[in-house]
C-alpha cells in the first residue's frame, strides 16, 4: 500500500484530468460527505482514506464518460496507487458500467450517496437561501418522489445504495444533509 498518497496528490491527479466547475465541486463535496460518514461510523482513523476515495470516484467522468470506471482502474494503477482506492472508486459503478460489487461500508456509502449528494444540491438551489443549512429531509423527499427534478440523479442507484448499508431512504437523506451540512462551505468556495 501507498501511504505517501495525500490529499494534495489526490487533488493534483483530479485537477489533471478534471477542468469544469461542476465536477470539481462535485468531487470536493462527495469528498467532505465521505469524511463526515467516516466519523459518524466510527472509521475516524481512515477520515483522510475515505475522502480521497470520495475526490477522486468520479476521476475519469470528464474525458472518458463512455469508460466510467473502467478508465479510472488504468490510471490509478499506472501510478501505482493503493489497490483499495481503485476497488473503492470503481465499485461505484456498480451494475452500471462494472461487475466490481461494493463490499465494505466506505464503499456502500460512496454508492448511496454519490447521486443523492447531487440531488440534495439541486433542491437546495431551489430555496430562498440557497443553502442546505435548512433544508429539511420532508422537502428532499418531496423533490425526490418527482421524476422530473435532477432527473440525471438515479432514485435506482440510491436506493440500490440504501439496500446495501441496511438503511431506509429516510435515514439516508437524514444523514446525507447532515454530511452535506458539514462540508458546505468548503465545496462551495471550489
Ligand atoms: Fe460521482
Redesign the pocket.
Known sequence: MNHDFTREDAWKLLTEYNKEHFHLQ?AVT?EGVMKYYADLLGYSDEKEFWGIVGLL??LD?EQYPEQHCIKEQEILRERGIDERIIHATAS?GYLLTVNIKPEHEMEKVLYAV??LTGLIGAAALMRPSKSVQDIEVKSVKKKYKNKNFAAGCSREVIERGAQMLGWDLNKLIELTILAMRSCEDIYLSV
Open positions: 462535485h462527495v470516484h468520479d467522468f461505484h454519490d447521486e
